[in-house]
């Protein structure tokens, strides 16, 4: 790219959301071009666990608000769509979740979290240890009960990423990758494209979808998006037969019979190395609850740098004041990804959504002068 070029919409960034922005732009006639530093899935997309959630969510409260299950819902609907329109490649499985706890004191917030999501039409039911034991033998007979939801499911989230790239660039999208942005161009209000090392992208939008570089492009325009960023450290197993039923709470089966499980919140640090403290602490988490997993060789660990908004919730949408320029940063972005990518796209085309996203604004941070260090307390694992 040595000279300007003109697109519809340019996406900053080629993760999940992302490759789900170039897809449904694509799918809505527009042209559209995916800038990425990296390689595709280089980032948190290709770090992550991989649930794809309505019954589980890390936030330590009770409930979340009902926009966010209703988010969590549809995305969970297109992720089935999506499944039968691209295909096994997209890895989509959905055997339904567990969130076990070992204290039977929880069982009292769990049940307000089951009547929450019941209250929105979302499957789930408060499991005694028995009924834990019957769906899912492997687990530790210490786990005091946990929090059934049958239609949750998981993904491979790179295989989610190829599979999302390959139908948009049948579609016609351009993928610049090692391609760092350097500049994004702003005239007269409204964004005008972007500058890199290889040329100047002129574009019409331009959609922010850099994960834990977001803060960094938006601060050029003058915006400033409250985040944190923790490393998440995983690891997977040999294949085995058959054993969990379900996926655990950070701990899943493959179809190829490996199992998965995470994750450290290390806050910090934005190196992407492994520990052997993070280690110890994940695989002693992961046999407490599956204690067969003692017996099972680990094959290989990574990690990777989530992007955690100051609140926790996810920053979707416009940015007041700048025009035709969209952002999208969160936590959990597995399982919001496709929904994220249609909503955005949706907003270029028709101006809005029919989806309530007005909690999830950059501008609830100037309302609520929300401080940078003020985190979303949240909790990964069951305590023992």
Known sequence: MT???????CVIGGGLLGTATALFAARAGLTCTVVERGDLAAGASGAAFGGVSVGIYSYSSARVPESYVRLSQASLDLYHRLSEELGPPLDFDAPGSLDPFFDPATSVTRRERVEGLNACGVPCE???AA???KLEPALSPKIAGATYCPVDGHVTPMNVVWAMALAARSAGVKFLTD????????????????RTARGELSAGWIVNTAGVGAPGLSSQLGVHIPMDSTRGQMFVTERIPPLLNTYVH????TRSGTIVFGA??????????TTVEGAKQVVNWAVGVVPPLADVRILRSWAGIRPVPADGYPVIGRVDGVDRFLVAVMHRGVTFAP???KILVDLIVEGETDLDISPYQLSRFADAAVDDEVIVEETYYAER
């Open 339 to 341: 929904l994220i990518g």
């Open 126 to 128: 408060l499991l005694s």
């Open 3 to 9: 000279n300007a070029r003109t697109t519809d919409v």
């Open 264 to 273: 450290t919140r290390e806050s910090g640090t934005l190196d992407v190395g």
């Open 179 to 194: 391609t760092p942005v350097d500049t994004i161009v702003y005239r007269d209000g409204e964004v005008k494209g972007v």
């Open 131 to 133: 009924e834990v034991r």
């Open 250 to 253: 950070n701990i899943k089966q």
